[in-house]
């Protein structure tokens, strides 16, 4: 089962910042936090990673607490083409026998409009 | 760089018939993963390829799906037969070796219809 729970939708004025809140009270110490995102019809996207500093990237800002018990994904200017599913999953590091799967939980639906 | 594809986009098919799905991933991507998304549900974890071996098949939901992955290339994945609750969109996923934290790159994924 996922780890996290995600408000399932949220909406967000074109230009404006998103920002989508995640929980994950149970993770562990050595436990990554990743985004990802699914527009309609297409696979999965990696958006961002971390484990307990902020981090930025071209994409998308991610602000973790500091007891790493929740996190929020943040889209600066919010574009129509970032309407999509939002998935904040807790994952164990990769390595040769712990394979990295990601566990999808349900996510957040984020319409974006104009 | 050309980006995981899949093969077919579509596929529909009778209960009772095989299907094979075909996973092409990034050029030197050792790790390839399989999930799938049935009707109304969650992503879900299937199996993880390290080259040509399995390392990790506990996602796989009976003895109907049969995955392979021939000289660490490509990979297949095979329904036989094909059950109504199959039905769904499966995503092949590929990674590179590194040591830890990669991310994974997703495939537009196949939609198997199952009447």
Same mark, same amino acid.
């Given at each position: 089962? =996922?780890?996290?729970?995600?408000?399932?939708?949220?909406?967000?004025?074109?230009?404006?910042?998103?920002?989508?809140?995640?929980?994950?009270?149970?993770?562990?110490?050595?436990?990554?936090?990743?985004?990802?995102?699914?527009?309609?019809?297409?696979?999965?996207?990696?958006?961002?990673?971390?484990?307990?500093?902020?981090?930025?990237?071209?994409? =998308?800002?991610?602000?973790?607490?500091?007891?790493?018990?929740?996190?929020?994904?943040?889209?600066?200017?919010?574009?129509?083409?970032?309407? =999509?599913?939002?998935?904040?999953?807790?994952?164990?590091?990769?390595?040769?026998?712990?394979?990295?799967?990601?566990?999808?939980?349900?996510?957040?639906?984020?319409?974006?409009?104009? | 760089?050309?980006?995981?594809?899949?093969?077919?986009?579509?596929?529909?098919?009778?209960?009772?018939?095989?299907?094979?799905?075909?996973?092409?991933?990034?050029?030197?991507?050792?790790?390839?993963?399989?999930?799938?998304?049935?009707?109304?549900?969650?992503?879900?974890? *299937? *199996?993880?390829?390290?080259?040509?071996?399995?390392?990790?098949?506990?996602?796989?939901?009976?003895?109907?799906?049969?995955?392979?992955?021939?000289?660490?290339?490509?990979?297949?994945?095979?329904?036989?037969?094909?059950?109504?609750?199959?039905?769904?969109?499966?995503?092949?996923?590929?990674?590179?070796?590194?040591?830890?934290?990669?991310?994974?790159?997703?495939?537009?994924?196949?939609?198997?219809?199952?009447?």
């Amino acid at each position: 089962d =996922a780890k996290t729970t995600q408000p399932t939708s949220m909406d967000c004025a074109e230009g404006r910042a998103a920002n989508l809140p995640c929980n994950h009270s149970t993770i562990s110490g050595n436990e990554y936090v990743y985004w990802y995102r699914q527009i309609h019809s297409q696979g999965p996207q990696y958006i961002i990673h971390g484990l307990k500093n902020n981090e930025t990237n071209e994409m =998308a800002s991610l602000i973790i607490t500091e007891d790493r018990k929740s996190s929020t994904l943040i889209l600066p200017h919010a574009t129509l083409r970032d309407t =999509a599913v939002y998935y904040c999953i807790v994952r164990s590091p990769t390595n040769y026998n712990q394979g990295g799967k990601l566990i999808f939980g349900q996510g957040t639906e984020l319409s974006v409009k104009p | 760089e050309a980006g995981v594809t899949q093969f077919p986009s579509h596929s529909v098919i009778e209960k009772g018939q095989t299907v094979t799905l075909r996973c092409d991933p990034i050029s030197g991507h050792d790790n390839l993963y399989w999930y799938r998304r049935v009707m109304g549900k969650e992503i879900k974890f *299937l *199996l993880h390829f390290v080259k040509e071996s399995k390392q990790d098949e506990s996602g796989m939901p009976n003895n109907r799906f049969l995955a392979e992955r021939t000289g660490g290339t490509y990979s297949t994945l095979k329904v036989q037969p094909a059950e109504l609750e199959d039905s769904g969109v499966y995503f092949c996923a590929s990674a590179p070796w590194t040591s830890s934290y990669n991310e994974q790159f997703f495939g537009p994924g196949t939609r198997l219809t199952v009447l």
